[in-house]
Nanobody
């Protein structure tokens, strides 16, 4: 059974930083691209970042480019999202997702999803 478990969310002031983690189990982690998405109340799910299976390629949504960094440790089956210079508009539930045959921003291309972790940025 595939499980993706996010952690590291919380409450932070604007300008602060958080690092999210997503621990994967039940799949060959190094065969999957890993993405991060977020969803704010009343809004559609938004692509944040993706990293390919080896970690050699990354791609970011325009709203987080230059502030967020995605990375992975295949030995630990974990993907990370380092979030710096946080803004109130970054407030959302953040999800990680795994894609075996996809590398991109479209959520429909992902095979497995975590339950999400709440990030709240106060002004």
């Amino acid at each position: 059974q595939v499980q993706l478990v996010e952690s590291g969310g919380g409450l932070v002031q604007a300008g602060g930083s958080l690092r999210l983690s997503c621990a994967a189990s039940g799949l060959t982690f190094s065969s999957y691209a890993m993405g991060w998405f977020r969803q704010a109340p009343g809004k559609e799910r938004e692509f944040v970042a993706v990293i390919n299976w080896s970690g050699s390629r990354t791609y970011y949504g325009d709203s987080v480019k230059g502030r967020f960094t995605v990375s992975r440790d295949n030995a630990k089956s974990t993907v990370y999202l380092q979030m710096n210079s946080l803004k109130p508009e970054d407030t959302a539930v953040y999800f990680c997702a795994a894609a075996e045959r996809n590398y991109g921003a479209a959520s429909r291309g992902y095979d497995y999803w975590g339950q999400g972790t709440q990030v709240t940025v106060s002004s």
